[in-house]
């Protein structure tokens, strides 16, 4: 029997990272993970993996288990179990950050949540697990040894190496070194940063920054980062507690993590440091930290609307030190210059990662890629958790690092791996592409209604309405003519009154009972032929025949 | 009377350049350059800026003068020039490249295009104009020195300083410094990239990295750089004459420019290098360098399609050695990511920005700004060419500089200045909004249009088509519900029918004549409000109503 390897997300492209191991049509699943929409696939709200493999009947899913609770990890989880109630294995923190959302989504009643501590092993079908410590930018980060009957897996979830952060724990090389000795059969390694050399830094190379920053502010200090990066959070909090500022946190997503990270003891806030949001406006300017959700300008975030002078609570003002502590996510860069230019234009200092050290990257450099590489010493590797270009880059890591070239697999999603003890080789190709969520519908929005989005979106659409006698073929009313997102109106009565015009010309060529096909179609052509030639556009055009 | 300085694009925002200055309502233009849409402005082709200031009757526009050939400082000439046909001024490669456009839009032959030489000197009415040489990253750029009543404004056009460039000429700072000797008034500076430390590097930084590309590739190599950098195309074509490389050139701003370049002296290529698009697989692939557009990923370019293998010339092919030579503008990183994903997968080998030392910018980065400053000495300063944060920072190396606060403005499009030889100051906002180009059309489309357009894309829309007699307001037909980009039919059909049952319920309501806005309005309602509680979305509702 072989070890099938399942990547269902997160392969080739990022986000929704979900994959899993199956021997013997038991599946052990790996993280449920979502994707942010890309700009072509307009009004889709989340982009969630296609589960249709592991819900075939004769697949037996023994559970889930997740690496982080960072959303293109955990993400779809809620529409993952509301098809497969299935139990989730997670550490203290993960699980605390999915609660609220299966809450939200009304199943955290009916979900079977596991908690598993750093180094608990626990048996699931034929794989032992274990969760290892990595350090990334969440607290109580893992990686996975899994072992199985082939062989022992390890994943490196998302990792990085920090020998001594400042907060949380450094990644368990001792632990993952000891499992290499034993023999490791596959490795799985995070790809994110395989592109660039070297380190990844430190979250310590921060302190002096930040520290800097608190030192010379005249005013209010704002920070805006990832919402669930607790230890960048923890840092800002020691040092208002140094410098003797007030915190106030806004944006949902912050205070929700905020508060269950304290909850769980991952966050540590003095006594009578936080002021509701409601009362930003009582602090003392040169006495207040403001923790704001938005680092990557979303339009309708804490930080994008502070810094345009649109938030209810409180915005930009003179004075104000604002530090944008991330970086632009690809495809989010003209969202944050926005943020900045609002930020400068009402007075406010701005420092982000053009111009300051105000942010370091929670998976690792090629350096650290390395280092996992010689401690896990697999025998076979696939990288995992990026763009095609970033699987690559890691795969010449690995290859440098001594992994044979017929040892190591590039795959993406869909593509299954077989394994042995000896041997790695391509299995067959499952489902595995989008499914969007948009509004409360699932999987209700696919390439036909993206592809009219699309066009509607280009160049709007122009509604033809006829009239016609069933039986003489005879116009009884319309042709009516109305578009939107098309043209001004000013400018497009003339047009489409030519257009009209062609359309009752068109039609006065049949003769006799009209076929309602034919009608719409001629109906059709004569406008888009007339806009065609008076526009160069293409909207999308609707004949609605009316049978009198 | 005060000289008014009048900017009509490029500041606060980039793209679209174009400027004015005034004396006793005679006009002096700089700059005719577009922008390219925004992801806001959803199928807009182009972006204009608005000269409704110019064409006030009371204005008298003497010419414009270009100061190179980049589409942000000539795109939006051909639009301009409709309107408003005055002399344009300009260098010989810039004049080049303005006349294929003014012949794709039929106005070449009506146009008066005046060339003038770096060094030249020319009185439009009140204002004596010279160019003087600027190094940039298309050859034959200039700054302006134009001499006014009120005294010398100094405009760097878009620069940097390479003392010794391999090609091309470097900024004449001897001449800025001669006439910062003789005074200077005013200095609309390049800011660009004014966030960045240091120097922004030579062109002769690349010789080294595309030598060894040239000296290592094992078979063919494709470089895609901006269309009109011809320095560094004139660069490759050297290193493929020593490596004897035949040279096929696709994309069709790429041959024009290379055409035009090499007929007015700015690009030297020896005799039958060049191969013919056609026959791009008739060469030996280690003899080839096949220069690309589409540098930027642009879907439609020959990159993209060479990369994605639906060029209809050549596709990518195991062990291709591929250069993007330039940075992705902000925005674009995700269709550039794209490209390089399809080109690994392909099998070619990809040097990008992330990973390689393959471009150089062209605008000045802190120190070289600096030294513009030093140079020219102005008296006032205005930021410009730029986004706010860009501005923001270049007025910050003027105060650095030893420019005085109140000298210095920054100022954004629309926002006249006036100046005196002893002042300056703000005067009124002139209108200097967004001009849209979709198709033929120009300025049909504006805030409406881009409304409906941003509300279709994202949920689509639904058409109730109802017949209802005038009088007894008795349902003759429908109500019939369509939709398109809304839900795929399969879902939809119950959702709609719903909505059509709640339309007819409400319609029930109504007692005798019915009032068409008002059965119009109701249609709208019922549907909108069934479609919310059952898929929170909000697709465009367009009742269609028939008189029986």
């Known amino acids: ?54 819900l075939r009947k004769d697949k037996k899913v023994l559970g889930i288990v997740l690496t982080h609770g960072h959303e293109d990890h955990i993400g779809a989880l809620p529409f993952v179990l509301k098809r497969l109630n299935v139990p989730v294995y997670g550490s203290r923190l993960t699980l ?10 009304r199943i955290l009643r009916e979900a079977d949540l596991r908690e598993v501590r750093m180094g608990d092993r626990f048996q699931l079908g034929p794989f032992r697990v274990e969760l290892i410590a990595v350090c990334h930018s969440i607290p109580d980060a893992a990686a996975l040894a899994i072992k199985t009957p082939a062989g022992v897996v390890v994943y490196t979830g998302d990792f990085k190496l920090d020998d001594d952060p400042p907060w949380g724990r450094p990644t368990d090389l001792a632990r993952l070194a000891q499992i290499g000795r034993e023999g490791v059969l596959l490795l799985l390694s995070d790809s994110t940063n395989a592109e660039r050399e070297g380190h990844s830094g430190s979250e310590r190379d921060l302190i002096e920054p930040f520290g800097r920053i608190f030192r010379d502010a005249p005013s209010r200090i704002v920070v805006a980062s990832f919402a669930s990066n ?48 409601k009362q930003v406006d009582s602090v003392t300017p040169a006495r207040l930290l403001l923790l704001m959700a938005g680092s990557q300008g979303e339009p309708m975030s804490s930080l994008s609307r502070y810094a345009n002078r649109s938030h209810p609570a409180t915005v930009v003002r003179e004075g104000d030190w604002v530090v944008i502590s991330a970086t632009p996510i690809p495809g989010n860069e003209t969202l944050v210059n926005r943020t900045i230019n609002n930020l400068y234009k009402h007075g406010g200092e701005v420092f982000y990662s053009t111009t300051a050290k105000v942010h370091v990257s929670g998976h690792a450099y090629r350096d650290e890629i390395k280092v996992m590489l010689e401690t896990v010493k697999p025998r076979f590797f696939i990288p995992v958790h990026g763009e095609y ?59 036909v209604v993206l592809r009219d989005r699309t066009q509607l979106a280009a160049d709007g659409m122009v509604i033809v309405t006829i009239g016609l006698d069933r039986s003489s073929g005879e116009l009884r009313s319309g042709p009516e003519l109305i578009s939107r997102g098309f043209m001004e109106e000013a400018y497009s009565a003339e047009v489409l009154e030519e257009a009209r015009r062609a359309v009752v010309a068109d039609l006065a060529r049949f003769q006799g009972e009209p076929e309602p096909a034919l009608v719409r179609e001629t109906a059709h052509d004569a406008v888009q032929r007339v806009i065609w030639r008076r526009t160069k556009r293409q909207p999308m055009v609707i004949p609605m025949l009316t049978d009198w």
Chains 1, 2 share one sequence.
Do not use: C
Request: hydrophobic share 45%; charged share 25%.
């Open 96 to 105: 605390g950050l999915v609660k609220p959302k299966l809450k939200e989504h």
């Open 1 to 54: 029997m072989k070890l099938r390897y399942i990547p269902l997300g997160g392969l080739g492209e990022v986000g929704r990272n979900m994959w899993a191991l199956e021997w013997d049509d038991q599946v052990l699943v790996v993280d449920s993970g979502l994707m942010f929409p890309r700009e072509d696939m307009p009004g889709v709200d989340l982009v969630i993996p296609d589960i249709s493999y592991l």
């Open 230 to 277: 607790i230890h960048r959070i923890q840092q800002l909090i020691t040092l208002a507690e140094e410098f003797e500022r007030r915190v106030v946190v806004a944006g949902r997503s912050l205070q929700t993590n905020v508060k269950t990270a304290q909850e769980l003891g991952f966050l540590r806030v003095p006594q009578g440091m936080m002021v509701p949001l």
């Open 389 to 447: 270009r970033q699987l690559l880059h890691n795969s010449r890591i690995a290859l440098a690092g001594g992994i044979r070239k017929e040892n190591l697999r590039i795959v993406e999603d869909g593509q299954v791996v077989l394994l042995t003890p000896e041997s790695i080789e391509l299995g067959e190709q499952v489902p595995a592409g989008y499914v969007f969520v948009d509004g409360l519908g699932i999987g209700d929005v696919e390439q």
